[in-house]
């Protein structure tokens, strides 16, 4: 009986010590920074799809459908002295010097003429993304460029102008940052109707929203894979669920001459922009939302919550449509992680990278691995700053930052008991490039 009953006792303790074994802890233990130092050369090695980008060059007009207000306010690390500008010119170009003045900086500008002549036409941006191990880039852009492999830099073009199609004085008004985007946005849309021989607004609302349709199936057959709002930075991201019936009237109204007042306005974008989500649905094609701060000094980030959108993402009417929430609502991305846990709605971590230094963006990371890890995915918001630093600097700043964040998230998620080292490389696949291409169904390699 004795014996028996210390097998027992020992039986439950090692049940007991295993459970223990298994248990995570709250804090990384002294092995954190040796288990980084595995991870981050394997991380390196993972090709990447870059879910968010806006490759080209500086003086190239399409490289977004937007562009920034003069002297816009910017956060510490994204202003042109960040000194890490300076070790990305380093790694790839061999730049030689230590500061970015205007003498120097002649090198870099010159290094890449030399380098654009040696490798003309697509040669130029792919080489940049071999250098930094991205498969492919997700080209989000006004219209795509000659210069752009459209195998590597698929395309997401823009659906924003079809919600501006009236008179905008009242909206241009606004504030000085809209004196610059709304022009844009009927920019946008005079291109879109120039692409569909479209002369003039319909007259019918019916023909506007076939239009719309055209619009969208031809973008998708130049390569488009997704639509891409901006809506934040232009009004609030609250939609009520106006009838047909009342976006018709409003359309038959001011479709010839007239303003409308911001209710009326707003009432034809609320059901424009569930029109457009709805066709998403319908045609296979992704719906990107930047939700996220902003550029300029008037963005309003209580009305651009991303929060605000739940109304919409958790609709099911919806079912069939992808959303993809750009910027995962940077700095919200701890309410947003959430909103991912529909079957439909998944996070791009781009700027985020940017906006913070690798400490920082760590805690996001590591955060939405411990969640959602099958529905987050990586992003680099390249942007050409100017004329000396260009996509190329924004990629490296953006590719290193997340490897080295996501190693360092990892290495914490190992150190504390919650996973294995081969569970981590595993979740570093997915969220560099497997939950990204999954989203595609096969459209993107």
Request: hydrophobic share 40%.
């Amino acid at each position: 009986m004795f014996m028996k009953k210390l097998v027992v006792f020992i039986d439950v303790a090692m049940s007991l010590s295993c459970l223990a074994a298994a248990q995570a802890r709250p804090f990384p233990g002294p092995d954190v920074q040796q288990i980084y130092q595995r991870l981050l050369p394997q991380i390196k090695k993972i090709p990447a799809f870059d879910h968010h980008a806006h490759p080209g060059f500086a003086d190239d007009p399409d490289v977004d459908a937007m562009a920034a207000p003069p002297d816009a306010s910017e956060a510490l690390r994204t202003r042109d002295d960040n000194p890490e500008l300076v070790a990305a010119a380093k790694a790839l170009f061999g730049y030689p010097y230590a500061d970015l003045s205007p003498d120097h900086a002649k090198w870099l500008v010159a290094k890449k003429a030399e380098l654009k002549k040696l490798n003309p036409g697509t040669a130029y941006f792919n080489m940049m993304l071999d250098k930094l191990n991205i498969e492919s880039s997700v080209a989000n852009r006004a219209m795509m460029p000659d210069y752009l492999d459209a195998k590597r830099f698929p395309w997401v073009f823009f659906a924003d102008a079809f919600m501006w199609p009236f008179n905008n004085e009242r909206e241009t008004a606004r504030n000085p940052d809209e004196g610059v985007f709304i022009p844009l946005q009927e920019k946008m849309l005079h291109r879109w109707m120039q692409q569909e021989n479209v002369a003039k607004l319909p007259a019918k609302f019916d023909d506007y929203l076939n239009f719309i349709v055209s619009t969208l199936t031809d973008n998708q057959k130049r390569g488009g894979i997704a639509m891409k709002f901006e809506v934040a930075y232009f009004r609030p991201t609250t939609f009520s669920d106006p009838t047909r019936d009342q976006a018709e009237e409003i359309y038959q109204h001011y479709a010839s001459s007239g303003l409308p007042s911001e209710k009326e306005y707003r009432t034809f974008q609320d059901y424009i922009f569930r029109f457009l989500v709805i066709q998403g649905g319908r045609l296979t094609l992704p719906v990107h939302i930047h939700t996220a701060i902003g550029i300029g000094d008037y963005f309003n980030l209580s009305q651009s919550n991303i929060m605000n959108l739940e109304s919409v993402l958790r609709d099911p009417r919806y079912h069939s449509t992808t959303f993809v929430m750009i910027h995962g609502g940077y700095p919200l991305e701890r309410e947003a992680v959430w909103l991912a846990a529909m079957k439909n709605v998944y996070l791009d971590s781009s700027f985020g990278e940017l906006a913070q230094y690798p400490s920082a963006f760590k805690e996001t990371l590591k955060m939405w691995l411990e969640t959602f890890p099958d529905k987050i995915t990586f992003g680099t918001d390249c942007f050409p700053y100017n004329q000396v630093l260009g996509a190329e600097e924004s990629y490296w700043l953006g590719a290193e930052s997340s490897r080295m964040a996501l190693a360092a998230a990892l290495a914490e998620m190992v150190s504390e008991n919650e996973i294995s080292e081969t569970r981590a490389l595993e979740l570093a696949h997915a969220y560099l490039h497997d939950n990204a291409v999954k989203l595609y169904q096969g459209r993107v390699r």
